[in-house]
């Protein structure tokens, strides 16, 4: 009896926490499609990579000062060390149609 009760209990705080996941992923969604406005400013030339990592293929380039949309997010991948500071920290650009990533140091977001 008493192995049926903590059963039940595991299974309903098992549903429980399924549901709060579910019911969690539209905020998850709604922040992401909000992020979508963002511009990223070159503090230094950067190359856009195909993925987030120094051996990603490269794409195109952004150069220092030039400007790109940005969803406002950060991304981790690779570890690097540019611009003076070691990360794993990678942004998502797109320039002239061409979306990939660079790295986080040498790029400025608004906060």
Request: charged share 10%.
């Amino acid at each position: 009896m008493h192995a049926r009760r903590i059963l039940a209990a595991s299974m309903m705080s098992a549903a429980l926490v399924g549901t709060a996941l579910i019911a969690g992923t539209p905020a998850i969604a709604q922040t992401n499609a909000s992020a979508a406005s963002c511009t990223a400013l070159a503090l230094e030339t950067v190359v856009i990579r195909d993925r987030t990592s120094l051996n990603g293929t490269a794409l195109a380039q952004l150069n220092k000062g030039e400007t790109a949309p940005s969803p406002c997010q950060m991304y981790y991948g690779g570890s690097y060390t540019k611009c003076g500071i070691t990360s794993t920290r990678w942004v998502k650009v797109t320039k002239h149609g061409v979306t990939g990533y660079v790295v986080g140091t040498c790029v400025k977001q608004p906060a």
